[in-house]
């Protein structure tokens, strides 16, 4: 039956399970946006089955969407903007939704990561931390990833009844590539059976190859997407994605393009900044002349999405938004997604301009040096 979406109905509340890493605990959610409570339970079914979950789907059956929990979707929703819970809604018809329970996992595998890309942060990124402390950031202990911790904490499927409909897990992180956590939780699924029939998608940096034990565990699963997270090329690729390096990114897009079982599809997963804003017609080139496609032939699209926080580009000007609808005009995608930005005239982004400065300060770097062409055009 197809829910009307008028009722504050939420597929993702009644068939995902969101499960974050958080040292030696587990704290689960509905999905990757929604609130999280902690819990003791280690197994799916457990964590699946928790009171808090229980009450926020009774709720939801009575058409009403949980304040604490659905939040970031229900102010989306209150501005005119599409929610999670909207774009689920149309994903979810596409499926037999009388199938029972869960369908989709989002799997946040702690924070541990290598790099410290500035629209990110300490909650994300394990790497981040001294600079969060530089800057007056408060880096809660829930922060501090520790291996050891995560080493013991094992997510189990006791009861394969719960599980045995999933089509689709995802892994991001931190850098879900940098332990093979996730790789432990696809042979669990392997096992029972199941794995034949999920899509598997991580959110990557890049800068990580994976091993055999991998490659062969994904040629099992009915589908494997990467999103690789590039938002610019080059020196600005540098910069935004502090710790990584450009050619060695490229080399790795190479070694996965060469390297994967047929059953794959490629993302770019770009998030719109100011930083990387006046420079998307560059990245849509470089990705047309140097991974358009994968090894089969279909399309490495490119999908963008509004960064949230001091880099957003939210309140841009209607004299920056103008220009770039003229650098834009070859590029329909780039000229689709500037409907959404709201416009503020004369707005000059100074707490934008103030943080990357405070950040040049730390990491020896010049942002003014990096993106001179369009420090030019904000200051024009
Ligand atoms: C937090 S990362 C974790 C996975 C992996 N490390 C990566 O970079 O793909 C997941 C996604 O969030 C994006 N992201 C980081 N900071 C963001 C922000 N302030 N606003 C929106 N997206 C952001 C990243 O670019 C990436 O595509
Ligand atoms: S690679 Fe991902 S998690 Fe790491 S700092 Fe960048 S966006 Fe954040």
């Not at 929703?77 to 979810?92: M, P, Q």
């Not at 499926?95 to 541990?112: A, C, E, M, Q």
């Not at 996965?256 to 100011?274: A, D, I, K, R």
């Amino acid at each position: 039956m197809i829910r009307d979406i008028n009722s504050n109905y939420c597929y993702d509340i009644h068939h995902n399970l969101a499960i974050d890493y958080v040292n030696e605990k587990l704290s689960v959610g509905t999905c990757c946006q929604s609130g999280r409570v902690i819990s003791e339970k280690t197994s799916i079914e457990g964590l699946w089955n928790i009171n808090e979950l229980k009450k926020i789907r009774s709720e939801n059956i009575e058409g009403k969407l949980s304040h604490t929990f659905c939040n970031s979707c229900t102010k989306l929703e209150k501005t005119g903007n599409i929610s999670r819970r909207y774009a689920s809604h149309e994903f979810y018809q596409e499926w037999n939704t009388d199938k029972k329970i869960i369908r989709g996992l989002d799997i946040k595998l702690g924070n541990l990561c290598n790099l410290k890309c500035t629209i990110c942060g300490p909650n994300s990124s394990s790497a981040w931390i001294p600079d969060a402390k530089k800057l007056g950031i408060n880096v809660s202990e829930n922060m501090y990833y520790k291996k050891e911790h995560n080493k013991n904490l094992n997510l189990t499927i006791d009861n394969i009844d719960v599980i045995e409909n999933l089509e689709m897990i995802k892994f991001w992180g931190g850098e879900p590539l940098m332990d093979e956590k996730h790789a432990d939780i696809l042979e669990q699924l392997d096992q029972l059976g199941i794995l034949k029939n999920c899509r598997v998608v991580y959110n990557t940096n890049g800068t990580h190859r994976v091993s055999d034990r991998i490659i062969n565990l994904w040629g099992k699963a009915n589908l494997v997407e990467l999103y690789f997270s590039i938002d610019d090329i080059e020196d600005r690729f540098n910069y935004e994605r502090f710790g990584a390096d450009w050619n060695g990114v490229v080399d790795n897009l190479k070694w996965y393009y060469e390297s994967l079982p047929s059953n794959h599809l490629f993302y770019l997963m770009t998030t719109v900044s100011y930083l990387n804003i006046w420079y998307l017609p560059e990245l849509y080139d470089w990705k047309k002349q140097n991974f358009d496609t994968n090894c089969m032939g279909d399309e490495n699209k490119i999908l963008l999405q509004p960064a949230i926080g001091i880099c957003s580009i939210d309140t841009m000007s209607d004299r920056l938004k103008n220009k770039l609808l003229n650098k834009f005009k070859l590029y329909p995608d780039l000229i689709n997604f500037l409907k959404f930005p709201k416009v503020k005239n004369d707005y000059l982004p100074t707490k934008f301009f103030d943080y990357t400065e405070k950040l040049d300060q730390i990491r020896s770097t010049n942002w003014k040096n990096t993106f001179k062409e369009f420090e030019a055009i904000l200051n024009d």
